[in-house]
């Protein structure tokens, strides 16, 4: 299995709303890749022109001699996955302790794993929550509605009208309807797994989902 470590993250950090924040870059080292004989490491910075990470420098460094770095291999090399894997490592949501007072800063993998264990949601909750996992997708370059239908336990239209409607109050204007590319075959709920919706995740065995859109 693939050995994921991000690393030299940069002290500034993107604030995209709901707490989401992020490094504006880190570089990610990974070894042990299947068919990838060597060590991957890229740099991954935020760009606003994109409005979402992005890969900016990608090496291979073969592992010992005898190897020969070809094209084939490098087409072996699944930068999207090493993005989004890594993100998942450097990416925090600021959420409301329990009594409300403070910010607690937690890993975005925990904060997926709340929200998708929440119990039944009022329609306003539903919408709050599907923005603030937009954003979450948006940070680690993952498909938003997918990621937004799968957390709140919803349909993928029920995603994209709740989305319509956050970016057409206002609430959340960098909305973008259209799916931007397929999901790398990373679980964001349980990282280092190959993603498998019918599987178990962690947190509660049987999670609600919001009251709307059922």
């Known amino acids: 299995m693939a050995h994921v470590e991000a690393y030299d993250f940069s002290d500034e950090r993107i604030d995209l709303g709901s707490g989401v924040t992020l490094p504006k870059s880190w570089r990610a080292r990974v070894s042990d890749e ?29 592992e010992a001699e005898g190897v020969d770095i070809t094209s084939q291999v490098l087409r072996e090399v699944r930068t999207h996955w090493i993005m989004t894997r890594s993100a998942l490592d450097v990416v925090t949501v600021d959420v409301r302790t329990e009594d409300g007072d403070k910010l607690d800063r937690i890993p975005v993998r ?5 929200v998708r264990a929440h119990e039944e949601r009022e329609p306003l909750e539903s919408l709050y929550a599907a923005i603030s996992v937009y954003r979450v997708a948006t940070a680690i370059s ?11 336990q919803i349909s ?19 909305v973008r309807i259209q799916e931007p590319r397929r999901a790398p075959a990373v679980d964001p709920y349980n990282p280092g797994r190959t993603y498998d919706p019918a599987a178990p995740h962690q947190g509660p065995t049987q999670p609600g989902g919001p009251s709307i859109g059922r």
């Open 34 to 62: 299947q068919d990838v004989p060597g060590t991957i490491t890229v740099r991954v910075e935020w760009d606003d022109t994109l409005g979402r990470t992005a890969v900016v420098f990608a090496a291979l460094e073969r």
């Open 110 to 114: 925990d904060f997926l794993t709340r």
């Open 142 to 152: 993952y498909p938003p509605l997918k990621l937004v239908a799968d957390t709140l």
């Open 156 to 174: 993928q239209s029920t995603a994209t009208r709740l989305m319509s409607r956050a970016r057409d109050s206002g609430l959340a204007p960098e």
